[in-house]
């Protein structure tokens, strides 16, 4: 019933939507001659938000069409590398007029609800000095009933598959909720002794141990039993989608739930991007539209994962408390020695709260201490670790030195 009350809301404010955006482009319209007054500009900027938060918001493009090294423009275009129901594995390949031997990294974008679009700035950062592979992870209502569930294991699954393809000597960077998945990859491996094992394993804002820096997230997650969130958050692909039948954690719920966690914030963006249109002020304009129109793009979730991941991360702590197994196999972090591992917290990360993710640290115990690195950003929330001045000033560089100053192997 929910996707239907979900198409049936778009239905009814589509006059809506079309009169905002022709009151917008009417105030806006260059040969209307007030068209930059003070008060034309906020009228358009008004309308504009309300046209958007009654839009159907689609998967975005990556749009990296070039990256600047050494003062040079280098074109960059998206390569498939390996492609499955679930998830694509993206090359940014830089057609660089002279090969450069740059550290090899595989981006684990975050599965929980937003497209892989969604760290476009992070990836356009590593492109200056890396050779950059990413998770494109598919929207589940899209996904025919015929290719099965998606769950926890087959998303380290699917990682060890990532990892093969793209060949030894890689970096991992996993972005928030991979945290977990990502660690028990390269266990596995590591236990393994395969010469594929990543070189590195970087962590940022990740849900390793939940049990500490409680966050409105962890307190959701630890105050109902599982049936609960399968009976509230659990609906079916109705039959207009290719995934019909699929049980699935809808996207709109989990934008909802961010929102809320900071409605204050997203209200205070909103007055701030309607007086800087209305000062003249593009820039921060653009940067606002950018983030919303990625921000509100949502997609689906197997069930299976969703369940899993609540269960797994935030109810069991099976990780921290030595439990967890993957099909049948005990997970040992402690397999993990000759690997740098490298955590960042934001200080202001109300998502993933302080100590969760250096929790890593602890976890893999016997990690030399010349291979790690454990790094805090006070003054940053959880989107600032992946996107905006912190990052490109201060979080990507320092990646960069790690892995490059990093001689495990």
Same mark, same amino acid.
């Given at each position: 019933?929910?996707?239907?009350?979900?198409?049936?809301?778009?239905?009814?404010?589509?006059?809506?939507?079309?009169?905002?955006?022709?009151?917008?482009?009417?105030?806006?319209?260059?040969?209307?001659?007030?068209?930059?007054?003070?008060?034309?500009?906020?009228?358009?900027?008004?309308?504009?938000?309300?046209?958007?938060?009654?839009?159907?918001?689609?998967?975005?493009?990556?749009?990296?069409?070039?990256?600047?090294?050494?003062?040079?423009?280098?074109?960059?275009?998206?390569?498939?590398?390996?492609?499955?129901?679930?998830?694509?594995?993206?090359?940014?390949?830089?057609?660089?007029?002279?090969?450069?031997?740059?550290?090899?990294?595989?981006?684990?974008?975050?599965?929980?609800?937003?497209?892989?679009?969604?760290?476009?700035?992070?990836?356009?950062?590593?492109?200056?000095?890396?050779?950059?592979?990413?998770?494109?992870?598919?929207?589940?209502?899209?996904?025919?009933?015929?290719?099965?569930?998606?769950?926890?294991a087959d998303y380290v699954d699917v990682l060890h598959r990532c990892i093969?393809?793209?060949?030894?000597?890689?970096?991992?960077?996993?972005?928030?909720?991979?945290?977990?998945?990502?660690?028990?990859?390269?266990?596995?491996?590591?236990?393994?002794? &395969? *010469?594929?094992?990543? #070189? /590195?394993?970087?962590? !940022?804002?990740?849900?390793?141990?939940?049990?500490?820096? +409680?966050?409105?997230?962890?307190?959701?997650?630890?105050?109902?039993?599982?049936?609960?969130?399968?009976?509230?958050?659990?609906?079916?692909?109705?039959?207009?989608?290719?995934?019909?039948?699929?049980?699935?954690?809808?996207?709109?719920?989990?934008?909802?739930?961010?929102?809320?966690?900071?409605?204050?914030?997203?209200?205070?963006?909103?007055?701030?991007?309607?007086?800087?249109?209305?000062?003249?002020?593009?820039?921060?304009?653009?940067?606002?539209?950018?983030?919303?129109?990625?921000?509100?793009?949502?997609?689906?979730?197997?069930?299976?994962?969703?369940?899993?991941?609540?269960?797994?991360?935030?109810?069991?702590?099976?990780?921290?408390?030595?439990?967890?197994?993957?099909?049948?196999?005990?997970? &040992? *972090?402690?397999?993990? #020695? /000759?690997?740098?591992? !490298?955590?960042?917290?934001?200080?202001?990360?109300?998502? +993933?709260?302080?100590?969760?993710?250096?929790?890593?640290?602890?976890?893999?115990?016997?990690?030399?201490?010349?291979?790690?690195?454990?790094?805090?950003?006070?003054?940053?929330?959880?989107?600032?670790?992946?996107?905006?001045?912190?990052?490109?000033?201060?979080?990507?560089?320092?990646?960069?030195?790690?892995?490059?100053?990093?001689?495990?192997?």
């Open positions: 019933m929910l996707y239907h009350a979900i198409e049936a809301q778009y239905l009814a404010l589509t006059p809506f939507r079309i009169a905002a955006d022709t009151w917008r482009n009417l105030l806006a319209h260059p040969h209307n001659p007030l068209s930059e007054t003070t008060l034309h500009r906020a009228g358009a900027a008004a309308f504009e938000i309300m046209g958007r938060a009654a839009r159907r918001h689609g998967r975005p493009e990556f749009g990296i069409a070039s990256v600047t090294i050494d003062g040079e423009t280098v074109p960059v275009r998206e390569k498939l590398i390996h492609g499955e129901p679930f998830c694509r594995l993206i090359q940014f390949e830089r057609l660089l007029e002279k090969p450069r031997k740059d550290p090899k990294i595989l981006l684990v974008a975050p599965l929980s609800g937003h497209f892989a679009t969604l760290v476009r700035d992070t990836i356009e950062s590593l492109l200056i000095s890396h050779d950059v592979y990413v998770t494109d992870w598919q929207d589940a209502r899209e996904v025919p009933l015929s290719d099965g569930r998606f769950g926890f093969r393809h793209i060949g030894p000597g890689v970096s991992m960077l996993a972005i928030c909720q991979p945290a977990p998945a990502a660690i028990v990859a390269t266990s596995l491996m590591a236990e393994a002794k &395969d *010469p594929l094992t990543p #070189r /590195n394993l970087i962590i !940022m804002g990740g849900p390793v141990d939940t049990r500490v820096g +409680t966050t409105e997230v962890t307190r959701l997650a630890q105050s109902h039993p599982i049936s609960a969130f399968e009976a509230a958050a659990v609906h079916n692909v109705p039959p207009i989608h290719p995934g019909n039948g699929r049980r699935v954690y809808p996207g709109l719920l989990q934008l909802s739930g961010f929102m809320s966690l900071n409605p204050d914030r997203h209200l205070k963006a909103h007055i701030d991007f309607l007086w800087a249109h209305a000062k003249g002020d593009d820039q921060f304009a653009r940067a606002h539209r950018r983030f919303y129109e990625e921000y509100l793009a949502v997609m689906d979730l197997d069930a299976q994962f969703y369940l899993d991941t609540v269960s797994i991360v935030f109810q069991e702590h099976a990780l921290m408390k030595g439990t967890l197994k993957h099909r049948g196999h005990l997970v &040992d *972090p402690t397999a993990i #020695r /000759n690997v740098g591992l !490298m955590t960042v917290e934001g200080g202001r990360d109300d998502i +993933t709260g302080t100590g969760q993710c250096h929790a890593a640290q602890e976890l893999c115990a016997r990690i030399p201490d010349k291979l790690r690195l454990q790094v805090t950003e006070d003054k940053v929330g959880h989107y600032g670790l992946f996107s905006g001045r912190s990052w490109r000033e201060r979080i990507s560089p320092a990646i960069g030195a790690f892995i490059r100053g990093n001689k495990a192997s």
